[in-house]
T-cell receptor, first 112, second 114 residues
């Protein structure tokens, strides 16, 4: 596709439910990143995938958060047992080696 | 560890006035610097980047930034702003190997009025 796409664009869920957020990177980009944007916290790095290497999970805030990347392309970010503080915009970005990151439009998650 | 400080959370200006959005970073290794813009309800768009070479970099929409290693700064400037420049601007740093995650500043909201 022409850019990074994310789905859904908006997700409203109840506290305690699990959610899955999807990211389709730009074709051919080997690196994929997840960030979280929330009021008061700005943009926070969550996790990074590069090719077939083990992901850098150093930004994940708790063990309720996990992500996978299948076939080196599509990625899914899963949040288990959602809490109200998980409400944020979740941004995905991809890049080719040595180049800038291109961001998707984000998924706005609201936990009631 | 790397960090980015955007010194102004909000910058109000009048149309056609010049603007400077300030960004300072800290890092113990060589850095790559970026400015992104986020329009309301949209994703992040790259304005410009510094990887190496000339310290004055020009980006889209008439913006430019200057990398100053001694002052560890990467301020964003535009000589004459438009209403359409109203948005949030993020400075970011990537340290070390290409492909590592970006560290973002808290953002500066630029509000342009007529």
């Amino acid at each position: 596709g022409a850019g990074v796409s994310q789905s859904p664009s908006n997700k409203v869920t109840e506290k305690g439910k699990d959610v899955e957020l999807r990211c389709d990177p730009i074709s051919g980009h080997t690196a994929l990143y997840w960030y979280r944007q929330s009021l008061g916290q700005g943009l926070e790095f969550l996790i990074y995938f590069q090719g077939n290497s083990a992901p850098d999970k150093s930004g994940l805030p708790s063990d309720r958060f996990s992500a996978e990347r299948t076939g080196g392309s599509v990625s899914t970010l899963t949040i288990q047992r959602t809490q109200q503080e998980d409400s944020a915009v979740y941004l995905c970005a991809s890049s080719s080696r040595y180049n800038e990151q291109f961001f998707g439009p984000g998924t706005r998650l609201t936990v009631l | 560890a790397q960090s980015v400080t955007q010194l102004d959370s909000q910058v109000p200006v009048f149309e056609e006035a010049p603007v400077e959005l300030r960004c300072n970073y800290s890092s113990s290794v060589s850095v790559y610097l970026f400015w992104y813009v986020q329009y309301p309800n949209q994703g992040l768009q790259l304005l410009l980047k510094y990887l190496s070479g000339s310290t004055l970099v020009k980006g889209i929409n008439g913006f430019e930034a200057e990398f100053n290693k001694s002052q560890t700064s990467f301020h964003l400037r535009k000589p004459s702003v438009h209403i359409s420049d109203t948005a949030e601007y993020f400075c970011a740093v990537r340290a070390g190997q290409a492909g590592t995650a970006l560290i973002f500043g808290k953002g500066t909201t630029l509000s342009v009025s007529s």
